[in-house]
């Protein structure tokens, strides 16, 4: 079984920054990439930001490069999502994912974590 546990949301001011990070764990884990999506209220679920493993070849949402900033350590079988200048429309449940593929579509991703709680106050 792979597990995927995010942790590091929070509730913050407009502008502040924060970093989410997800902790993967399970003894066949070895997907091709990892990425992050998002779903607030009432909204679709839409893709953030995406890194391959093994090159860290990376991919953002248009409207959101510049602001977000997806990392791996591979030594810690971590992803993170680093997220400066956080505006109140950023208030969402952030999940991570992982891939054998290559993608922004969710329906690509076989496993997911349980979503941390990102809010934005104004």
């Known amino acids: 079984q792979v597990q995927l546990v995010e942790s590091g949301g929070g509730l913050v001011q407009a502008g502040d920054s924060l970093r989410l990070s997800c902790a993967a764990s399970?003894?066949?884990?070895?997907?091709?990439?990892m990425a992050w999506f998002r779903q607030a209220p009432g909204k679709e679920r839409e893709f953030v930001a995406a890194i391959t493993l093994r090159v860290g070849r990376t991919d953002y949402s248009d409207s959101l490069k510049g602001r977000f900033t997806i990392s791996r350590d591979n030594a810690k079988n971590t992803v993170y999502l680093q997220m400066n200048s956080l505006k109140p429309e950023d208030t969402a449940v952030y999940y991570c994912?992982?891939?054998?593929?290559?993608?922004?579509?969710?329906?690509?991703?076989?496993?997911w974590g349980q979503g941390t709680q990102v809010t934005v106050s104004s």
């Open positions: 994912a992982a891939s054998i593929k290559w993608s922004r579509r969710d329906y690509e991703y076989d496993n």
């Open positions: 399970g003894r066949t884990f070895s997907p091709y990439a």
